[in-house]
């Protein structure tokens, strides 16, 4: 049980870093972009290539982060410069990626069509982290180290990101999301801000991906099949909790709360005998509720603030 | 006239069309030629599709025109993108909502107003030093909004949000102000408070705008001149002197000389 509870807190934290990808495009730039699905794969499969190739596992996780950079980028390109809808514009760039990964892992393997890769007796983040010296010194497994690793990235996202949506361009990205029409006003260029929105968004997606791949030790090209409403039950159970919080940091660190408990709620269904195979409904029944729910709520807050303002 | 200055706005044979080459074609602006002298302030008129909109988000460049060049204080800027042409230009709305950011702060939108033109870097959005400018600034528009920096701005009202719009508007002084009936969804009481908040801005400033309005009586009260438009081209002119002994009959008068028909703008006679 108490593994159980560890390991689900472990894959909280990997996701979570996918629910702030989300978070990012879903919320930040109001944009559903569905290039995450395919996103998670590609940060699995460039990690996965890479680690067969005895790269730096931690520099796999940041080439995988770039790599999910040009993917989002390039939804972000099709959505902006070319004028297809963003939904579009996701999908195109998810159904090109599904072939994409397949060629990546296939140069591990110099076997065409490889579809998954195995990373088992492969050093990956979490060994080496174990086996480093500071790994020896707090006596540390490599569940510890999973789980120590997941909180290091977390915490250090949320760091990055909270500064980043308070610098200047950061400011635009968000103002993008909320107004287009008064950021062009203002002087913001909505394509650039848009793509680069997309790019941060699909390069945190990545890294999930880079996380999961060797946490689960094997990159598989359909993993990410149901991502986007992983991301956002993440972010909606999230919400939920703090549904009073104003500051942005807390929002973030909601997210990754938000994630964990998911993680720990699938963790034990699973563990009562639920079929595996009937996650992904339950996920999608959750965030269809909780979006009426949400939207209901802000239609009610809709109506009382209309009535009574005073002068001006 | 000879114009001894170099024309803070000049519109040469503008001319734009909506749903061109199918059978909808509307031609909107068919040839607009206007110069407007640093410091002008051209209130404009016209009755419901007379095009003036369309002028105010062709000068913007909301799209490109058809025909015609725009520039501003001697810059030709017919092929700039909307937001690089933001560098020049301070714009309000008729919709409230369309001038600001409604999830963030008012000291939020003020920062990226103040940066209108400006590279947008990695340095940080909002410094102290300029939250205490804005709060000086949010005083003069006595709402109280200086003690509110820190709200959203979706809670506020449709003439707050207006008048902080203003403000975002002129916090870079802009070379042009455009105010597309800003006043019109707002409450007379409200729209008369946010009017004159705008001769004050505009004066202290000393910039030249373009202000449409639907209402007559406004559009003789504000400003040094006065634009008429009707049918996409601009039918009447007046400044000076002229302006200035305008009442609505006479403009009604005018109105029905030049382009031959009633005037048809409902709202235009009320107020
Ligand atoms: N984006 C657009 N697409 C199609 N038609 C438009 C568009 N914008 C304006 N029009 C049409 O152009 C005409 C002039 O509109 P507008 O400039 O908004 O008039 P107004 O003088 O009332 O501001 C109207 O008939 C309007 O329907
Ligand atoms: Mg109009």
Redesign the pocket.
Known sequence: MVDILLSGTTQGLIWAILALGVYVSYRVLDIADLTCEGCITLGASVTALLLWKEVNPWLAVLIAFLAGCIAGGITGVLHTKMKIPPILAGILTMISLYSINIHIMSIATEKQGTANLSLLRIDNLYTDFSSSKLGELLNMGKTNAALLIGVIFCVGIIAILYWFFGTELGSSIRATGNNEKMCRAQGIDTDLTKIIGLALSNGLIAVSGALLSQYQGYSDVNMGVGSIVIGLASIIIGEAIFARTKRFAIMLIGIVVGSVIYRLVVSLVIFSGMPSTDLKVMTAVVVIVALCLTSFASKVRAKSAKGGKGNV | MSEPLTPMLSLKGIQKS??RGTVNQ?D??KGIDLDLAPGDFVTII????????????AIAGV?KVDGGTISVDGVDVTATSEHKRAKYLGRVFQDPNMGTASNMQIDENLALAARRGKLRTLKWGLTSGERASYREQLKMLDLGLEDRMSTKVGLLSGGQRQALTLLMATLQRPKLLLL??HTAALDPKTAAKVLSLTDQLIEENHLTALM?THNMRDAIAHGNRLIM?HD?HIILDIAGEEKKKLTVEILLEKFSQTSGSEFV?DRALLG
């Open positions: 909506f749903h509307k909107v602006l016209g009755g419901n599709g007379a095009g003036k909109s369309t002028m105010l988000n799209w597309d009936e449409v438009m996409g703008n």
